[in-house]
């Protein structure tokens, strides 16, 4: 890879490790050529705040990926206390509606965060929405939820690679 015509300040590093040693190598394989990097649910419940330490520590960006779907009061503590971390990414589920996401908003205030609107999981199926009411089809519900989210503060979108005919119009 061309260092000089390779801009790498847009790229983000998925650290999908369940073992904390082995994400912390990666980081330091990388050195200075990436930023940001994204911590999962898997390799945050190994490490904890070990992890976030450790990238501070490297002067990283954080992307926590723990798509936080929970009541409007927890959402918005969880998120004040991610601005309050440092955190300069986290994920919000869309699923988790209005208030919820209202609430995630009012956590921001004050914090460098920004967050990232999940519409719908690629592992999830529309048969598995269509259990609990929702629409259809899958498209249809994306769509929804990417209504929903417009409607909030947020930074952007997380969609599957299917999904971009639903979202490009509305963004």
């Not at 994204?38 to 992307?63: A, C, D």
Request: glycine share 8%; charged share 25%; aromatic share 8%.
């Amino acid at each position: 890879m061309n260092e000089a015509s390779t801009d790498l300040s847009k790229v983000i590093v998925a650290l999908d490790y369940t073992e904390p040693d082995k994400a912390f190598q990666l980081v330091d394989e990388l050195g200075d050529l990436i930023e940001w990097y994204k911590v999962g649910p898997l390799l945050f419940t190994q490490s904890g705040y070990e992890i976030i330490e450790f990238l501070h520590s490297r002067r990283k960006s954080i992307f926590l990926d723990l798509k936080l779907y929970d009541t409007p009061r927890v959402v918005r503590d969880t998120v004040k206390q991610f601005g309050e971390l440092g955190i300069r990414m986290a994920s919000v589920h869309c699923m988790g509606g209005h208030s919820m996401l209202e609430a995630a908003a009012q956590g921001l205030r004050g914090s460098q965060l920004r967050l990232l609107g999940i519409t719908f999981l690629t592992t999830q199926s529309i048969g598995d929405s269509a259990t609990l009411g929702f629409p259809n089809t899958e498209n249809e519900l994306v769509s929804r939820l990417l209504d929903l989210a417009l409607e909030h503060p947020l930074s952007g979108v997380l969609c599957s690679p299917q999904e971009p005919t639903e979202v490009r119009p509305k963004v």
